[in-house]
């Protein structure tokens, strides 16, 4: 199961690399395209320099279609979720984690508060997880800990609105799923740009700079938020909200 999601991370981060440099070089094609147009236009073009412009359009053209199937092969599945109980998010994540805090020498805790709902599409959330926990325990040293805390509260004004945006005009809970490391903290100019594409600390081939961008996306995507919270030396914590509810109202 590790191999696998070893697996399905490396292909999601080259499908999301992909991606991003197909986008990059979509905007300086269009451009070309939009120029090379303009210019069979303009007056005194000849008939042998019309037949390159148009020889430069179809292999534009062949350019332009060649990222568009790049980029829809590779688009990140959209988040399906349902009403999925909390603990369930965070034991097989906990499961999976374990061996390599244990092999560190850092201590995994979690609190999960029961009988509680998170809207989640299960497989989107364990993966936001895992970015967070496997970024935790890089930043923290043996001795120290993390700790997974869930818990719901009353959802605030701009959190009803945003998930109204998703289809859920009914939300007055949330679930908040809590990522608190004791490790090395960030400096402040590192808080903003730890969420853009490709902006990591660590060593080539260790660290992809993608893991907040895309757990981020993700979260948003579910109609929630992902927000973090650092001190440099004493820690980071990293707070996920979703639409919740007690279970005993599911039926509802
Ligand atoms: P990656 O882990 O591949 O570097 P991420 O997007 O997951 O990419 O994180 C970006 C950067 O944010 C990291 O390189 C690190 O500098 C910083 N960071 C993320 N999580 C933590 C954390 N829990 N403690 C300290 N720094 C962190
Ligand atoms: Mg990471």
């Not at 999301?16 to 303009?38: D, R």
């Not at 967070?132 to 004004?157: D, E, F, H, I, Y």
Request: hydrophobic share 40%.
């Amino acid at each position: 199961i590790k191999d696998k999601l070893a697996r399905s991370e490396r292909l999601a981060t080259v499908g999301q690399l992909v991606a991003s440099v197909a986008h990059e070089v979509g905007t300086p094609l269009h451009s070309i395209a939009w120029h090379v147009e303009a210019l069979a236009e303009e007056p005194g073009v000849t008939p042998e320099m019309q037949k390159r412009i148009g020889i430069i359009e179809e292999q534009l053209n062949r350019v332009v279609r060649i990222i568009q199937d790049l980029l829809s092969s590779t688009r990140q599945r959209k988040p399906e979720p349902t009403w999925y109980p909390a603990e369930r998010l965070i034991e097989p994540v906990i499961a999976l984690m374990e061996p390599g805090y244990h092999a560190k020498g850092v201590a995994l805790h979690s609190e999960v508060a029961p009988a509680l709902l998170a809207w989640a599409d299960a497989e989107k959330i364990h993966q936001v997880l895992v970015n967070l926990l496997t970024n935790a325990l890089a930043a923290t040293g043996t001795g120290g800990q993390v700790t997974v805390t869930v818990a719901m509260r009353p959802a605030s004004a701009d959190e009803r609105e945003r998930a109204a945006c998703t289809g859920r005009s009914d939300l007055d809970t949330v679930v908040m799923l809590v990522v608190a490391d004791s490790g090395c903290g960030m400096p402040r100019e590192n808080l903003e740009r730890a969420f853009q594409p490709f902006f990591t600390t660590k060593a080539i081939g260790k660290g992809t700079g993608l893991g907040l961008f895309l757990s981020r996306e993700a979260v948003v995507a579910h109609g929630g938020q992902l927000t973090l919270e650092s001190e440099l030396g004493t820690g980071t914590t990293v707070t996920v909200v979703l639409p919740g509810m007690p279970s005993e109202s599911a039926a509802t």
